[in-house]
């Protein structure tokens, strides 16, 4: 019997791994996705939110502010790219300043620092290309950027090397409670442990209600569209241009992402189906005509991709973190929605600790909290560049022309620990296939180099889960 | 390392423009390619069709690139593979290029002068904002022509293509010659952006129909495509309500046009045309950065490989003519002050663009081909060249089609009496 199985491998799940794996604890991630970020974590703004937006008292407001204040220090020990760009809630109307100076005393009252109210002249001083029509806007000098992608990978690769076990492609269909464990049955067997963490996301509910035996939980999903926009236009603004709550509700944000392109959204549709991730014309029309309202002039013909993502909103509106009360060893990571990216870091420390005082588990002597991330050519300079090469060769050949990506991160990124085995899993590690041409000429290499490295033939390799192989056969084949 | 002549990209546009150099005296040259043959693009398109004008023959993309290669290595052009430009940027009179590889690691080559062939990239879906799911099957035309033709693997079984440009039209065919069922061709403009012998040959021969002015509007599949929505568009390209219908397929190959590939061309400097996307050059295929020349797809995307070949050859030949005036007068020849003196040439009423965008009579030869394209299809209309109210040239065409690349001979004799900086303007008269 295993001690802890956590149910879910985005970056929550990771985080709680990550936190739980400084502990002499045998612990298992189930995830049913082929990688870890592929639900919730992978399509969201990328923002660490200063703290300002939830209402004092609430988990969200506390750990808010908790999860914004860790995550440089975890930036620089896992290796993941951040930036502390701040942000700004723009605030078109003189009836608006009520709600900014709410929002402003909100903050304050959370613990957020350095928060300020600017007139508008002030805002388009530092921010030039802000729209006309902004009166006065909210500074939060903490607000930050993030990649959700390499947090999540760089906290599932450091709990990996600090000895938790990930078993992706594998869907949790029930779980039973039975003599103080609990036993997870899976489409691929069934695991028993003492401690079940269910870090579901849109589907936590399920696994809630189902050891309450009752309805506790309802997590209704809505869906969000971004635009994401080239590089080209990645320095139109440097801070996270948000907009105060209108009578729409709630405004799209535009910002600068950490690897410097531009991305506008989200919208805001409740949806039956949680794994509903298509764009809309209708969407992505509101997200242009909302963003544009944040700025001068959107470039919305530099879009290079658009994409939707599905948040986890429990009905009463907090986050649910903690043991469920009744049933000893199940604890509950749900309705992590907005600021949920920013508070992974805080929302797996809070709960590791919870379960490791139920486990009374120790303290490993030898937890490695370090981990270095894939080199990146793109970034690195010219000397570092030639050493990277001379060391491995495959470090100089291009693979992806668009981001500057070589064969050698590609390769890392197959054979580190919970590597990549899918093209969206070389993308989401090096960023092969993001850049403007949309993996256009690189995709026949990353499946060619990811046959290779794992030992298999082309035709099986993946987009990302089972049924998304990128070739159905051999020409002639149907002749 | 030093240069007298970096030629970025070995395909088509690059090999046809060292030629040239290598002909017009260049000893000191080196072609970069990226890939890990010389010939680009061409090595994919295995149809013939290529080299009518050219060599008078029907040629297929690779014979059509191997009578280049043989030329440059009879010529003994040096060239290296697999080998990315990474950075361009200038030093005083220095080129500097910046290239990585696995066998030769990182490196600089200072170069007198250069020229841009790194050809073109298509527009991605992203780029199209088609909205739906993002599952596999969706791929741009060229990615399903390198799957099929160079790895001999199929991108799909049951296929939709989106745009009906020249890959999209050959890739119909070649699919469905590959055992695939190619179900429509859709167009949004109500005329294609493909030339009229490939609506023929590829999608009328093998009765696939050509939807124009029909759009996507969905793309359902979680993990591969199960089907793609199409509907008709009104005159503003709006989708209309009511007239989709859902086709079952497992992919969609999006040809919707091609867009030349100028990030190191920005990086330089080099001013760009916002109508193509490629660097404004004048007579001598020179950029606005001085010794750095641009020929091919990046420059302005063609439909005949002919017109790239020629257009290069003059591009290689004015490198080496620039070469020459730098060492006759040991300082930057090239765009000096005749610039400001120069014709500017622009297109209106239904002319989109031109290349060369202008002309310095001093320096052009007899005769200057000047290439553009339409906006729109027009039937018996007259295209007028006039620099004020002087008609300079005027000519009738039955059909101008936005996918059909036009050419005029623009004479030194009529521009040289032109005063300097005048504006000649190309324009349709119907």
Redesign the interface.
Known sequence: MRDVIILGGGVTGCSIARELSRYRLDILVIEKNSDVCEGTSKANSGIVHAGYDAHPGTLKAKLNVLGNEKMEALAGELDFPFRRNGSLVLCFEESGRETLQRLYDQGIANGVKGLEILEGDTVRALEPEVSEDVVAALHAPTGGIVCPFLLTIAMAENAAVNGVEFQLNTEVTDIRETEGAYEVLTDKGSERAKVVINAAGVHADVFHNRVAGREELKIIPRKGEY??MDK?VGTLVSHTLFQLPTKLGKGVLVTPTVHGNLLAGPTAVEIPDG?N?????E??SDVQKRAALSVKALPTRQ?????TGVRAHEQKGDFVIGAMEGHPGFFDAAGIESPGLTCAPAIGELLAGQVAEYLKAEKKPDFEPRRKGIPNMALVS?EE??KL??DN??Y???IC??E?V??GEIVDAIHRPVGATTLDGVKRRTRAGMG???S??C??KVVEILARELGVD??QI?????????????????? | MTKDLVIIGGGPAGLAAAVAARKAGVQDLLILE?DNRLGGILNQCIHNGFGLHTFKEELTGPEYAERFIRQAAELQIPYKL?T?V?DLRAEGPDRVV?A???????YEIRAKSVVLAMGC??R????L?I??????GI??A??AQ???N????????SVVILGSGDIGLIMARRMTL???KVQCVAELQPYSGGLKRNIAQCLNDFDIPLLLSHTV????G???VESVTIAEVDEHLK?IPGTETEYPC??LLLSCGLLPEN?LS?KLGVPLSPITGGPLVNESFETGVSGVFACGNVLHVHDLVDYVSEEASAAGEQAAKYLTELSETSQNAGQDASAEKALRLRGQNGVRYTVPATIRPDHMADTQVIRFRVGANFRDATIRVSAGDQVLLSRKKNVLAPGEMEQLVLKKADLEQLPAGSEIVFEIAQ
């Open positions: 635009l994401l080209n794994e991730t298509a764009t809309t014309a969407g992505l879009v290079i991709t658009s994409f010219y560049r030639q090469i001379a060769p495959l100089g050949n291009v022309r668009c500057l070589t064969e403007r041409c949309q256009g000429f995709s026949p082309p035709a993946r987009k990302n889960n089972p049924g998304s192989e990128f070739l159905t056969g051999y020409i002639k084949d149907g002749i | 990226r697999s990315m990474v910046t990585m590889s696995r066998k030769d690691g990182i990239r298509e991605s879906r992203g780029a904002n909205p739906g799911y993002r599952p596999a791929y741009t060229g990615t390198r799957y099929v160079i790895e001999g693997r199929m991108p799909g079984r590959e055992g695939a509007v969905d793309i359902k979680k993990e591969r989708p497992d992919t990030e920005g």
